[in-house]
């Protein structure tokens, strides 16, 4: 039950486009479709931005966009807002009802 | 409108316990499965297990094996999380997270549609 990696930041400029990795294994990532992206902002409960990869919850702005290759799983934010600016999370179904994190990483609109 | 009511602040002793609550409401409470995340100050989030409110069996991420206890009430909506021996490294804000899985899928996917408001937990002596 290892945590999944996230690159510890990111940045985009407004309007650009920015991709945030998150790397398991073939146990987790790369097993289930079952990866999850979260944004939080600073002392806020995070939201739930993809579910089971590539689906948004609705509400969710469809500049964001979830991926998986292999055993790594991405987030992509289209056209950055200033808003946008926060920390974000994946997670992995990993087996045994059990579920993983990844690192966070902080993504800076510039 | 689906809302996550945890308990208030709580402040323990190292080597004490804690118990936590989570009030579900606005949904059928035993449909759902429960998760518990927590966020020590300045880092990331850490899974820390999954109840089922229908039946009450559990899974535990391995680190808390043995400290970790999660309970239900259906009559009352609650989920608890109770974590022992604790010391300062438990200091956190400590999450449920509702899943969007269903118990009927019987997987908790871990896709965590709605939140708690988060219950501080200090641990010092």
Known sequence: ?110 | QVHLVQSETEVKKPGASVKVSCRASGYTFATYYMHWVRQAPGQGLEWIGVINPSGGSTSYAQKFQGRVTMTRDTSTSTVYMELGSLRSEDTAVFYCARDYSGVSSMVAKGNFDFWGQGTLVTVSS
């Open chain 1, 1 to 110: 039950q290892s945590a999944l990696t996230q690159p510890p930041s990111a940045s985009g400029s407004p309007g650009q486009s920015v991709t945030i990795s998150c790397t398991g294994t073939s146990s987790d990532v790369g097993a289930y479709k079952f990866v999850s992206w979260y944004q939080q902002h600073p002392g806020k409960a995070p939201k739930l931005m993809i579910y089971e990869v590539t689906k948004r919850p609705s509400g969710v702005p469809d500049r964001f966009s979830g991926s998986r290759s292999g055993n790594t799983a991405s987030l992509t934010v289209s056209g950055l807002q200033a808003e946008d600016e926060a920390d974000y999370y994946c997670n992995s179904y990993a087996g045994s009802n059990i579920v993983v994190f990844g690192g966070g990483t902080k993504l800076t609109v510039l």
